[in-house]
């Protein structure tokens, strides 16, 4: 990994204290959720903003960085709270086999700015921000489907 992604991942693990502290007062912008999943290895409660994207009829997670301590997480225990402001909901996290990945990356790319895909060029997850480039990374790119607990 170069200098690049570690320097963001500490200026946005900064701004993830701040929205989080933000949800828990209520304000809730964005797709914003606030992911509070059992850490695997404490057993203690950890929190953590991700973006829920709505595509192809459905609620997703994406991992945004290499070696995230929360997709870790929610393999061991896929059973969650997501909270948007003061509303939650406990949910379960399905993880999408990699073909159902590219289909979804691709899908990405097509429906978001392209400044949304340039994060996954940032973050050292894929070489280039086209659909093929993010399909090409499925197997690095963790998703999840949010489905009722």
């Given amino acids: 990994m170069t200098r690049q ?11 993830n204290r701040l929205v989080t502290l933000l949800q828990k007062r209520g304000i809730a912008f964005s797709d914003m959720h606030i992911l509070t999943v059992v850490g695997r290895r404490t057993g203690e409660l950890r929190e953590v903003p991700v973006s829920v994207l709505r595509l192809a009829g459905g609620r997703y997670v994406f991992q945004a960085y290499p070696k995230s301590a929360w997709v870790a997480n929610v393999r061991a225990a896929p059973t969650v709270t997501l909270a948007r402001g003061r509303r939650s909901s406990v949910v379960r996290m399905v993880e999408l086999p990699v073909e159902e990945r590219r289909s979804l990356l691709r899908d990405h790319v097509a429906n978001s700015p392209a400044k949304l895909d340039e994060w996954f060029v940032k973050t050292g997850l894929v070489e280039e921000a086209t659909p093929d480039g993010l399909a090409a990374a499925a197997e690095r790119i963790a998703i999840f489907r949010v489905e009722p607990a």
């Fill in 5 to 15: 992604p570690e320097r963001l991942r500490r200026s946005v693990n900064r701004l």
